[in-house]
Structures are given as structure tokens and as C-alpha cells.
């Protein structure tokens, strides 16, 4: 049997091929087929079982990548060894998937549309915007749809627990109890998504986890999804904890409003900082949401220009 697949360019080669080609070794050694490589291009031949096992590691992994999830060859290597030890069941052809494929709700903005295109194209993602522009329904709504195609084994929700003018403290219950509040809004994006049944099912198996911020220290998640939502009560300190989280093959969305930050202390929002220390990093993409893209009750977007209205008249006044 012989199979032939071709690249998009030299970039996706590097990461299929391996580290001085260390993946095509592996196919030869572990399958005994033949490897031919040239340029963009690659031909498997050999016995119709082993072919086969190389061709559907190979779209598992060229899926991963275009999904913007394997982005070295050390990741497409160690998914690859992995692949072949415990066998694959693709669910279809990488190169069909497309960004349709992943969106379980329509998108409502332009704006929306970047941000989408942009978690499938970048491992990191910051999306920037105010409240109702479905920064945090898309991410979900991502996490949900990379899960089911199989290209990720975990989404993780996380928040920080910082109050909006009120205190942890007056409220009841121990400390998971009192945090409980802050991960309800996450509840519910993943319930327009998933069953009741299905959500259960996800978190006494830790597929998804919803939690605070604090637990995340000291942890490494591979091949997941992780979405930090309101980013802006993060500090510094925290939101690089956060970011080295992240292990291979895994996919990061951090979601924040600038203008709504609620530390209590002069530390700089680890938002902030995020925008003005990471820009122009390959693979961390910054998307920026406007009230054009306000996709909440429409009486929202004259609020929030109400309340611009009344800063720079008050801002107007000190100065």
C-alpha cells in the first residue's frame, strides 16, 4: 500500500517530519514501511496495516497542528510515540477540518469571527474586550468542540477569586463554597454546550475542571485546554504562574476587560502587563474586542457608552 501526503508549506514539513527527521525514523523503525520525503511531500509504502498506523498518526498530528495545538516538532514527536504505542481513531482527515467545523453557535461579529480563527491558528490567545462580546462563551465553545474532535483530553476553567466591591469573607461555607460564586458564570457557557448528564459525567472524571485561579500552582497540563477568564484581577505574579501552566500539545485562552479591575492594591493587572511584555511573540496572538461586537442585549452597548460619557466628563473636570 502506498499513501502520499502533502504539506501546506515547509513550516508544517518541520513539524511533521521531526527534529532531523527524527519522526520519519520512528515510522521506518516501529512500522518497518518505507519513508520517502521531498520538500513538502512525503510517500509511505509498505504492508496495508502499517501504512495505515502511519497515516493515522500522521492526520491525528497535522490535525493537532492546524487546530494550533502542536506548534514544535519535540510535540509532534512525543505525540507521535504516543500514538503508535496505544493505536488511533481518527475522527476524519485533518486537512477537511475547517473553521466551520468547530463552531457550535454562529458567530456574531467580525470580531468574533478573528477571535475563533485565532484560537485555531495560535497555542496562546488573549482576547481583550468589554462585558457581552462573548469572550468567554467562545473560548468555551472552542474547548468543547476541540474535546469532542479529540484534540484535546482536558479543558480546564479557571478563574480568579477577586471581589467586585464585596468580600469573600462575609460569605458562608468553607473556601470552596465561597468560590463557588466566581466559577458560575463558566457553569454557564458550558451548559449551552453539554447536557446536564454530560457536564456531570466531565467533572467526576476531571475532563473539565472549573476552578480557582490559587489551585492551578504547582500543576502541568498536557494535551488541554485552558482558559483563564477574568484576567484582569490577576496580578503579575499570577498570571505568569498561570501561563507556565501549560504543557505540551495544550492550547491557552485568557479573557479580560481592561477597563474592570478590581485588585485592591497598586500591582499592575497581569493583563496589562501581559499585553505590553508578550506582543509579538510567535504563537501568542492578541485579539481586541470593541462594542461593535457586543452581542448582549443591545441596551448594553448604550450603557457602557454612558458610562464613557461620564469618565471623560469627570476626568474632564479634575484635570
Not at 473560548?139 to 479543558?155: C, D, P
Not at 467586585?164 to 454557564?188: M, T
Request: proline residues 4%; charged residues 25%.
Amino acid at each position: 500500500m502506498d499513501w502520499n501526503l502533502h504539506l501546506k508549506g515547509p513550516k508544517e514539513a518541520i513539524v511533521i517530519f521531526g527534529e532531523r527527521d527524527s519522526n520519519l525514523k520512528t515510522l521506518k523503525k516501529v512500522l518497518n514501511i518505507k519513508v520517502i520525503a521531498r520538500d513538502n511531500r512525503l510517500r509511505l509504502s509498505g504492508e496495508d496495516s502499517a501504512v495505515e498506523r502511519a497515516r493515522d498518526a500522521l492526520n491525528e498530528i497535522l490535525a493537532q497542528m492546524r487546530a494550533g495545538i502542536v506548534t514544535t516538532p519535540a510535540e509532534s514527536s512525543d505525540m507521535l510515540n504516543r500514538l503508535l504505542k496505544r493505536g488511533v481513531e481518527p475522527i476524519r482527515e485533518a486537512g477537511d477540518l475547517k473553521l466551520e467545523d468547530f463552531l457550535l453557535t454562529p458567530l456574531k461579529s467580525e470580531g468574533q469571527r478573528v477571535y475563533v480563527q485565532k484560537m485555531l491558528e495560535n497555542p496562546i490567545v488573549f482576547c481583550i474586550g468589554p462585558s457581552g462580546t462573548g469572550k468567554t462563551y467562545l473560548a468555551v465553545m472552542m474547548a468543547v468542540a476541540l474535546l469532542r474532535y479529540g484534540l484535546v483530553n482536558k479543558i480546564v476553567l479557571v478563574r480568579p477569586a477577586v471581589e467586585a466591591g464585596e468580600k469573600l469573607g462575609f460569605l458562608p461555607g468553607d473556601f470552596e463554597e465561597k468560590v463557588s460564586p466566581y466559577l458560575k458564570p463558566l457553569y454557564d457557557a458550558l451548559y449551552d454546550f453539554l447536557s446536564v448528564n454530560e457536564l456531570k459525567e466531565y467533572r467526576e472524571t476531571e475532563i473539565i475542571e472549573v476552578i480557582p485561579l490559587a489551585y492551578m500552582r504547582g500543576r502541568t497540563l498536557n494535551r488541554s485546554l485552558i482558559i483563564l477568564d477574568e484576567a484582569q484581577n490577576t496580578t503579575s505574579t499570577q498570571m505568569k504562574m498561570f501561563l507556565t501552566r501549560m504543557g505540551v500539545a495544550s492550547k491557552v485562552v485568557v479573557t479580560g476587560d481592561v477597563t474592570q479591575i478590581d485588585l485592591r492594591n497598586s500591582e499592575e493587572s497581569g493583563l496589562v502587563q501581559a499585553q505590553r511584555i508578550l506582543s509579538g511573540i510567535e504563537g501568542v496572538a492578541f485579539v481586541y474586542m470593541g462594542k461593535n461586537d457586543i452581542v448582549r442585549n443591545p441596551i448594553i452597548q448604550q450603557i457602557l457608552d454612558a458610562y464613557e460619557r461620564a469618565e471623560e466628563k469627570n476626568g474632564s473636570e479634575k484635570s
